[in-house]
């Protein structure tokens, strides 16, 4: 089985999307102590290009599930990536809530926004070609 075959099969279930999920907050309660604080991820506020990417990632792989095991038409796997993108905002404002009260990071306004941004752009990713 070649790569793009396994990817293509993990693409879609339901699994992949709750272990991305987990990922995520695994990633965001890790001390803060350890990331690199200077160096490209300041420099080039990567950092926040990270956050986009780990948000975006996490709207298409629910969707992607959804649209693969729910017979569904356009107008629904739309309403699916609007509630998508909506989750994806509210998880990464809650995750940046649960660093400042819980764990040693700082609350971060603008990764909000990237998480915002990243779910934003993975809803619009998991409509292309859907009609």
């Known amino acids: ?3 793009g075959r396994l990817f293509s099969r993990i693409i879609g279930e339901r699994w992949a999307a709750i272990a991305w999920t ?3 907050f695994i990633l965001l309660v890790l001390p803060g102590r350890s990331f690199p604080e ?3 991820l300041g ?3 990567l950092d926040k290009v990270v956050h ?3 948000f975006g990632t996490f709207v298409w792989l629910w969707h992607a599930w959804y649209a693969r095991y729910h017979s569904v038409d356009g107008r629904k796997l739309l309403r699916a990536a609007c509630w998508l993108f909506l989750i994806g905002s509210l998880y990464g404002a809650g995750m940046e809530f649960y660093q400042k009260y819980f764990t040693s990071r700082e609350f971060e306004t603008a990764d909000i926004l990237a ?3 990243g779910a934003a752009l993975g809803a619009a990713w998991s409509m292309r070609g859907k009609k």
């Open 1 to 3: 089985m070649t790569i």
């Open 22 to 24: 987990v990922v995520i």
């Open 38 to 40: 200077q160096g490209i």
């Open 43 to 45: 420099q080039w506020h």
């Open 52 to 54: 986009a990417g780990i």
């Open 115 to 117: 998480d915002s941004i």
